[in-house]
């Protein structure tokens, strides 16, 4: 049954107000006449040049390279709206291998924040990151006895968010019934911890995702976690743009190159009200021998994945997945997980190299775009329009930007903000800054090992490499460590050496010490530049090729 309405005022987007929309599970909207007329004649001005941003005005020319705008139903006036609710939804939480085993961690999912722990047994709790008393972080606690205890005043928690603890109270005096934390429902599937956002609603099992080819005979995937200051949008639609990675990503490693950087094809073979999936390749290799493109699949909420099968010259069939599973984590920032893996065995040198070294390349990676994605969240931001009035989509590179973006029309209304491709709705609270010693900083300034801290050594700066990912990876976290004692040793070691060197009286025993000195200067500055890859940000060398 359609709904008939106007809502002019939501597409043209210059009213804060937000159409209501009733849950069903697909129906559309009709746009009055004018607003075709509307959509037809707009154009923007800007120091005195016309630009159309809409692909009805474009040249016959530029039709057959850039991407329609508006689909056969939006000019005949229609909007599909699908029934959408991001609470009830699994999320990607955290790696479980990450998770601390002595210490809470505070994580977000959209505007709610969340702590999340193992208690006593070892068995993983998630509840409302504050504690109903005063409103304190459970995050900035610790854990007593297997319990969650708040550090404000000590107040302590079960595992099922019962408050056992207050030592305030009068010794024969009861805990109040209301003393206790709302609590999340949780999973941990496939090497993944997934939150479950709603209390109104049972959690649907059915929606936790399911890899299959991370269940494959001898499948082995590399996992790395990366916290990153742009929305989860943004980075969504980064991760599903191939055409950007010769060109950004430059010999960041052996498979992008600038001169590969070329026109892609694109066949999308399934649109559903959860996403979409289809193929796509190098327009060049198409229709040559054996040759596999890659299958790519995006799934509400935030879920996105490349396959592609390999068939060696033995005949053997090889799997490989590239699986990014990306977390809002508040306005303008996301938390994403990355898993590449295959079943084909490393050979090589690349048997060689440590997995640590392989997640600093990735860090390396994200942080090279990240200029580039900030900058756009802060234009989307500040445009407030739509994204079809702002990008300028090739088919030839594109085509998965403009699916997501158009699937966002569709489910938006059932998220806190979103940006469409025709709609767009910005937050309405503004974003929440955490000012030291309190929260964000101080969880990372913490000597916790969930927190960060190896000591005091490093300054709390959240825009490092540190702690946007070493904080939250124990393997980096224990590298870190053990490079930093390994530093410590060796220049003691020099030191004595040198002592030795210069009191002793024999040639050969001052060539020996000397030599000694050297090799453990040689050594610590190694353990200097390990601990320097994982503490430092790339930064980008612009430069006239």
């Known amino acids: ?27 559309s909207l009709q746009i009055p006449q004018r607003f075709n007329l509307y959509l037809q004649n707009k154009q923007f001005k800007k120091q005195g040049r016309s630009c159309y941003a809409i692909a009805e005005n474009l040249e016959a020319e530029d039709q057959s390279v850039i991407l329609e705008n508006s689909s056969l139903d939006e000019l005949r006036g229609q909007r599909e709206i699908v029934g959408y609710d991001w609470t009830e939804e699994w999320y990607p939480l955290y790696l479980t291998k990450n998770v601390p085993d002595d210490a809470p961690l505070g994580l977000t999912v959209f505007d709610k924040q969340v702590v999340l722990y193992k208690d006593g047994s070892g068995e993983l709790r998630c509840f409302e990151d504050r504690c109903p008393h005063r409103l304190a972080k459970l995050s900035e606690g610790q854990l007593y006895d297997g319990k969650l205890e708040c550090l404000y005043h000590g107040w302590q928690f ?22 206790c934390t709302k609590t999340y429902e949780i999973r ?3 090497g993944v911890i997934w939150i479950w956002m709603s209390h109104r609603t049972p ?100 879920v996105l994945q490349n396959n592609r099968e390999i068939v060696d010259e033995s005949g053997e069939k090889h799997y490989f997945s590239g699986l990014f599973l990306c977390r809002p984590s508040g306005q303008g920032k996301s938390m994403l997980i990355v898993r590449f893996g295959n079943t084909r065995k490393r050979t090589g040198i690349l048997k060689f190299i440590p997995n640590w070294f392989l997640h600093q390349n990735a860090s390396k990676v994200f942080e090279q775009d990240m200029g580039f994605l900030s900058s756009q969240n802060e234009i989307l931001m500040k445009e407030n329009v ?26 938006g209304h059932g998220m806190p903000y979103h940006f469409g491709h025709s709609t767009i709705f910005l937050p309405q609270q503004p974003a929440v800054v955490e000012h030291a010693p309190a929260g964000f900083v101080a969880n990372f300034s913490a000597a916790q090992p969930a927190k960060g801290g190896i000591g005091d050594i490093y300054a709390p700066n959240p825009a490092n490499r540190y702690f946007r990912h070493v904080v939250h990876c124990r393997d980096c976290s224990n590298v870190v460590k053990a490079f930093e004692t390994w530093k410590k040793a060796l220049s003691v070691i020099a030191l004595v050496s040198t002592a030795f060197a210069i009191l002793v009286s024999g040639r050969q025993w001052k060539a020996v010490l000397l030599l000694s000195t050297s090799l453990c200067l040689a050594g610590a500055y190694a353990c200097s530049t390990a601990i320097a890859m994982n503490t430092t940000n790339f930064i980008r060398t612009h430069r006239r090729l």
């Open 188 to 190: 941990d599937s496939q």
């Open 1 to 27: 049954m359609a709904l008939q309405q106007p809502f002019v005022s939501e597409l043209l987007h210059s009213s804060s107000k937000r159409t209501t929309l009733p849950n069903r599970s697909h129906f």
């Open 203 to 302: 959690p649907n099992l059915n929606k936790i995702p399911w890899f299959e080819n991370f269940e494959r005979k001898g499948f082995r995937d590399i996992s790395t976690i990366h916290e990153l200051p742009y929305d989860h949008s943004i980075l969504l639609e980064n991760l599903m743009d191939p055409a950007h990675v010769p060109i950004s990503h430059d010999r960041t490693d052996f498979t992008a190159k600038r001169e590969d950087a070329g026109p892609l094809f694109f066949e999308v073979t399934e649109r559903t009200n959860r996403g979409f999936a289809g193929w796509w390749g190098k327009e060049k290799d198409q229709g040559k021998a054996n040759y596999t493109p890659n299958f790519l699949r995006f799934e509400a909420p935030c």
């Open 158 to 179: 079960d595992g099922d968010g019962k408050c056992v603890k207050i030592p305030q109270l009068p010794e024969n005096a009861k805990i109040p019934r209301s003393a």
């Open 386 to 411: 739509p994204t079809k009035k702002l990008y300028l989509n090739l088919r030839s590179s594109d085509t998965w930007v403009a699916e997501y973006r158009k699937w966002m029309d569709k489910v």
